[in-house]
């Protein structure tokens, strides 16, 4: 299976390790590397692949390299200061196609009291809807009928606001690039959050003629709650939603546990597939993020065609993630929940470069 492409920026590799993943007991993705930059901070990207990428960047380069440039003024330019606003909204798409001639039930009968209604949940081998007052997941009496906008009702319409200053310049020897940004995307889950805080700083500076010092810094914290769990596993909220029977209210789930003992409110025969409310009136799962990622370049120009070229860089990320399974999920033992991962990680990457001579030497060479 082909891997990601490695991210270069500045000219140096980033770490785009995935944190997390799912499997058949479902699991959380917790983003990669490159998805901590602020799109605001990038000046260009290029791509490159196959022969030309390896050979820059050798093996690591294996499946293409995205280079990434990221702002730094320009010389004599004066001083600028930019304000830029994103605001969008996320939205569920139902793109499901349910049968809504049978309802909730199994061979051909619909569920007589709210035993049969909790076993049968997920089902909908029931009779033909006619509208007549049948038992439901609650123990209540509702009509036995279509019922066509549980996703709808289910999500939210999920608002995600950026914000990003920054202060650009230049004088005759030097350059400069400086901002801060804040994300703040709302999921359409409720009680889930993506918050991300960014800095940069861009210099670079002629300290002579021949010789140029560039020094590039990026900040990034970020605090996310309640990520959506993936596969058709546990603690899935999404797995939940979908499942329920064609003529099941999802609003007869909520609040999804019993407001005196804590225990999830079961709705179907399998105790894996948890009640999509418990889940996120419930569940716990918290990660931050603190990453540094810092360069430094020094440069000098022996001839107009000829240069020396050093260039440092280290990308450091401290990761903590903290998962619980709340007390009185279905399929713990006794109900007792616990933790599920209670992890702290550091990723660190040193990468040094020496480059002599420009490729602008051979034709010079030639001649």
Avoid: C
């Amino acid at each position: 299976m082909q891997g990601p492409p490695l991210f270069i920026i500045n000219g140096i590799p980033i770490d785009n390790t995935q944190r997390g993943s799912a499997n058949e007991y479902g699991g959380v993705d917790y983003g990669d590397g490159i998805s901590n930059i602020n799109p605001d901070d990038v000046e260009t990207i290029t791509v490159l692949k196959g022969s030309s990428a390896s050979a820059l960047y050798g093996a690591r380069a294996a499946n293409g390299v995205i280079i990434i440039t990221i702002k730094s003024g320009k010389k004599r330019s004066g001083n600028s200061i930019e304000y830029n606003s994103n605001f969008s909204f996320d939205s569920p798409v139902n793109n499901t196609d349910y049968q809504y001639i049978y309802g909730q039930g199994n061979q051909n009968l619909r569920p007589q009291n709210i035993a049969g209604a909790i076993a049968t949940g997920i089902l909908s081998w029931g009779e033909k809807m006619d509208g007549q007052p049948s038992v439901q997941i609650n123990g209540e009496s509702h009509p036995y009928q279509p019922v066509k906008d549980n996703i709808k009702k289910f999500y939210r319409t999920a608002p995600a606001f950026t914000n990003t200053i920054s202060v650009n310049g230049g004088s005759g020897k030097s350059t400069y690039h400086a901002s801060a940004s804040i994300l703040d995307y709302q999921s359409i889950l409720k009680n889930s959050y993506l918050n991300r805080k960014t800095s940069n700083i861009f210099a670079s500076y002629d300290l002579t003629k021949k010789l140029t010092l560039t020094l590039n810094g990026n900040y990034i914290y970020e605090r996310g709650k309640n990520r959506s769990y993936l596969s058709d596993g546990p603690i899935n909220a999404n797995y939940g939603i979908n499942a329920i029977a064609t003529s099941a209210d999802q609003a007869l789930l909520a609040p999804g546990y019993d407001a005196i003992t804590g225990a999830e409110t079961r709705w179907n025969a399998d105790e894996y597939k948890t009640n999509p409310y418990f889940t996120i009136n419930k569940k716990e799962d918290n990660a931050t993020r603190d990453r540094f990622i810092s360069s430094a370049l020094i440069k000098y120009n022996l001839k107009s065609w000829l240069f020396l070229q050093g260039r440092i860089g280290y990308d450091i990320s401290s990761d903590h993630i903290l998962s619980i399974i709340p007390t009185g999920t279905a399929f713990s033992i006794n109900g007792q929940g616990g933790i599920n991962a209670l992890n702290q990680s550091k990723t660190s990457e040193l990468n040094t470069d020496i480059l002599f001579p420009e490729t602008e030497i051979l034709p010079k060479i030639l001649i």
